[in-house]
């Protein structure tokens, strides 16, 4: 059972690049995250997932995106990658929504755009 | 909204030393869930507890324990006893509510430092 999975670990990207950071989770949990953690600063929600096939906006979408197929697998992408993009990503997930449901997240990726 | 407050950015102690972090958060809720999370030098997150806001009974778990004050709207963490290996970031975390979507707000955290 290897939980919650992330790849790449680390990335570097030029400004103006695209790249997807891939999450893949096994315990069969509803809902998947994406957050982002600048230094010094806790994470914060860049989009989530109820379920394969639906979305929504967390509370820094702009210049990401996602898509769940299915449910062990919740991209990210990152389209024209900026400086300000320079953060490190963690993917979570969990049973469902409520406050009882902790969320269990990957190791993260490292990512630096110059 | 909801707000969380780690208002201790570093600590550093001593091994074996006792020490205490803080955590302060705000919400309009009645019905509402804390978390603790450990981040390691490594990096990865670390769940260490959840507490309801029902529930204000204290929590030891070896040499960890966790004070939870609704009066003060704190959800302090103690670890008894520091080891090196203690040496990560403590983020503490709330969510509202008991149905529905809600999200999950990170306090800053706080860097612990634990010296042989």
């Known amino acids: 059972n290897a939980g919650v999975t992330q790849t790449p670990k680390f990335r570097i990207l030029k400004i103006g690049q695209s790249m997807t950071l891939q999450c893949t989770q096994d315990m069969n949990h509803n809902y998947m995250y994406w957050y982002r953690q600048d230094p010094g600063m806790g994470l914060k929600l860049i989009y989530y997932s109820v379920g394969a096939g639906i979305t929504d906006k967390g509370e820094v979408p702009n210049g990401y995106n996602v898509s769940r197929s299915t449910t062990e697998d919740f991209p990210l992408r990152l389209e024209l990658a900026a400086p300000s993009q320079t953060s490190v990503y963690f993917c979570?997930?969990?049973?469902?929504?409520?406050?009882?449901?902790?969320?269990?997240f990957g190791p993260g990726t490292r990512l630096t755009v110059l | 909204a909801q707000k969380v407050t780690q208002a201790q950015t570093e600590i550093s102690v001593v091994e074996k030393e006792d020490v205490t972090l803080d955590c302060v958060y705000e919400?309009?809720?009645?019905?509402?869930?804390l978390f603790w999370y450990k981040q390691p030098p490594s990096g990865e997150l670390v769940f260490l507890i959840r507490r309801n806001s029902f529930d204000e009974q204290n929590e030891i778990s070896g040499r960890y324990s966790w004070n939870f004050q609704k009066s003060t709207s704190s959800f302090n963490f103690t670890i008894t006893a520091s080891q090196v290996v203690d040496s990560a970031v403590y983020f503490c975390?709330?969510?509202?509510?008991?149905?529905?979507?809600?999200?999950?707000?990170f306090g800053k955290g706080t860097m612990l430092l634990v010296s042989p």
């Open positions: 975390a709330l969510r509202e509510s008991d149905s529905g979507y809600s999200t999950l707000t």
């Open positions: 979570a997930s969990s049973y469902g929504s409520t406050g009882t449901d902790t969320q269990y």
């Open positions: 919400t309009r809720d009645t019905t509402y869930y």
